[in-house]
């Protein structure tokens, strides 16, 4: 039996099956870069990135050294116990980095927590606390965390199943995905059309004076990596100030150089009030953070935000060198190539096959497709689920997204070389194509061994 299935045999042995397994057979006991080796010695090109983790790459040097460095002077103290270097200049770098208002009397602050969850948990209390006011509206096909609150934010409901009752006064409304819920109108057209229904759900779903947030990812992860339109980033803006409601941003898969810009929103000139950051802003640790504007965050009272964790000083290191190596790599611009090359593949790859019905996303966060014979209803999760076992086989890991499972997202490290990029998508052509004909044919997929 190899070590592959060992490992997996005692994972399930001891992990409950809530801890979903995204690629099935992966194993990892090493990494570096965009590569990682499993615990066979098999090596894979890096696709998944952790789930959007990895955007500095696996092991970068300068990371492991600020790790390795604050590890021998400060491994915890408590930013409620005692205020420590590391996280006072960790906030001071983000507050550099994501100004959240224009004007320059308005001070922009940061705080620090563990996760993506921690961090849209703790902007939603900031936000009702600010405003005194106890609704949320959210967005279908949105994912915030898994956590009571994070999950009655979330969408699809195989993330939340038996876990109600959810938390009250959260509302739902579509996303503003041109592609899914456009019926014929052009772009200008829709935008209107779910600016008025917004400001119709003011009178016949939840009054905007009882409305302390409107969330929102500028572009979904989980979703699909539909993109917002700007002029709807816009007309939120413009809704939340006229009704003093709070505007969030959720920018934890985005950010951090992830779209080609260090945030997601800045492609389209609109500010949030406050949001929520956490996965590739620690090169790997577990750190998150909100920022805001100080007038948002400052109203939030004492003891009410943060936890024991929060910041932690190893964490924080991680993410100062990870922010300075992005800047000294400028991933920004590698992310806007990378972006290039995936998408112009996969609009290749959907001039060829008749399965693909949308190619989409924004730098390097790029999503292809799929609906059964190309049609749009009629989502192909066995199709998707075989390219992508078919990938992991041959060496190439890369995970699925959307409420259906019907997307394949490339979330690659994005120090990627050109050589790993075109190899991994070769790979991931060719078992599209080879998934699609087995459907086609009526037959199952052939069966694929697991990777070694």
């Known amino acids: 039996m190899s070590k592959t299935d060992q490992l997996l045999q005692r994972r399930e042995a001891v992990v409950p099956r809530a801890v979903a397994r995204f690629a099935g057979t992966s194993t990892a006991a090493s990494a570096k870069g965009a590569i990682i080796t499993n615990v066979d010695g098999k090596e894979f090109i890096d696709f998944a990135g952790g789930i959007g983790v990895m955007n500095i790459g696996h092991c970068d040097e300068a990371v492991v050294k600020a790790v390795q460095d604050q590890a021998a002077k400060l491994t915890h103290a408590c930013i409620h116990v005692s205020t420590y270097e590391p996280y006072i200049e960790l906030c001071e770098k983000l507050v550099e980095l994501f100004p959240h208002s224009d004007d320059p009397n308005e001070k922009t602050k940061a705080m620090l927590v563990n996760s993506g969850a921690e961090a849209v948990e703790n902007s939603i209390k900031m936000a009702k606390q600010a405003t005194g006011r ?121 950010g951090f150089c992830r779209t080609g810009r260090w945030a997601s929103y800045d492609h389209f000139g609109v500010k949030p009030d406050l949001s929520p950051w956490a996965k590739s802003m620690g090169g790997g640790l577990p750190i998150s953070c909100v920022i805001g504007k100080a007038s948002v965050m400052d109203k939030a009272q004492p003891g009410t935000c943060g936890g024991t964790y929060g910041g932690n000083p190893i964490a924080c290191a991680a993410a100062l060198a990870t922010i300075q190596r992005m800047e000294e790599l400028n991933l920004n611009d590698r992310a806007m190539q990378i972006g290039r090359i995936v998408h112009e593949r996969f609009n290749r790859i959907k001039a060829e096959c008749d399965w693909v019905v949308d190619v989409r996303g924004l730098g390097a966060m790029q999503a292809i497709v799929f609906g059964e014979n190309g049609e749009r209803s009629k989502p192909a999760p066995t199709m998707v689920r075989a390219a992508l076992d078919g990938c992991i086989a041959r060496g190439l890991l890369v995970i699925p997204a959307g409420a259906a499972g019907t997307t394949i997202r490339v979330l690659s490290p994005l120090v990627i070389t050109d050589e790993q990029l075109e190899r991994g998508l070769d790979i991931l052509e060719e078992e599209i194509v080879k998934a699609v004909d087995a459907q086609k044919s009526g037959s199952s997929a052939p069966p694929v061994a697991a990777a070694r």
């Open 134 to 254: 106890p609704a949320v509206i959210a967005f279908s096909e949105g994912f915030h965390g898994r956590t009571l609150l994070c999950a009655t934010l979330t969408s699809k409901t195989g993330y939340k199943v038996g876990c109600g009752p959810f938390v009250p006064e959260v509302y739902r409304l579509p996303y503003p995905n041109h592609f899914r819920y456009g019926d014929g109108l052009d772009l200008n057209a829709f935008v209107d059309r779910e600016l008025h229904r917004l400001r119709q759900a003011f009178t016949n779903m939840v009054s905007a004076e009882d409305v302390a947030a409107i969330i929102i990812e500028v572009v979904q992860g989980e979703g699909g990596f539909c993109v917002a339109p700007e002029r709807y980033l816009k007309g939120l803006r413009e809704i939340c100030d006229e009704h003093g409601i709070v505007l969030i941003f959720d920018e934890v898969q985005a």
